[in-house]
């Protein structure tokens, strides 16, 4: 299934959407998580079953 496209301006969209353009134009500025995501998939790899333990 293919996406439409739409061609209209960002204060247009943001203003529909109740964004301020800044909303959409903001950079995040933390760094990204990819060591503590490499770490949990590590840890699920060594436990497949998980840490539940039904009574």
Same mark, same amino acid.
């Not at 301020?20 to 950079?27: A, F, L, N, T």
């Given at each position: 299934?293919?996406?439409?496209?739409?061609?209209?301006?960002?204060?247009?969209?943001? @203003?529909?959407?109740?964004?301020?353009?800044?909303?959409?134009?903001?950079?995040?500025?933390?760094?990204?998580?990819? @060591?503590?995501?490499?770490?949990?998939?590590?840890?699920?790899?060594?436990?497949?079953?998980?840490?539940?333990?039904?009574?």
């Amino acid at each position: 299934m293919s996406r439409a496209r739409f061609e209209v301006n960002v204060a247009f969209a943001c @203003d529909v959407a109740g964004l301020g353009r800044s909303v959409y134009y903001h950079k995040c500025k933390r760094p990204p998580d990819d @060591d503590v995501l490499y770490a949990l998939l590590a840890l699920v790899e060594r436990h497949p079953g998980g840490a539940y333990q039904a009574a």
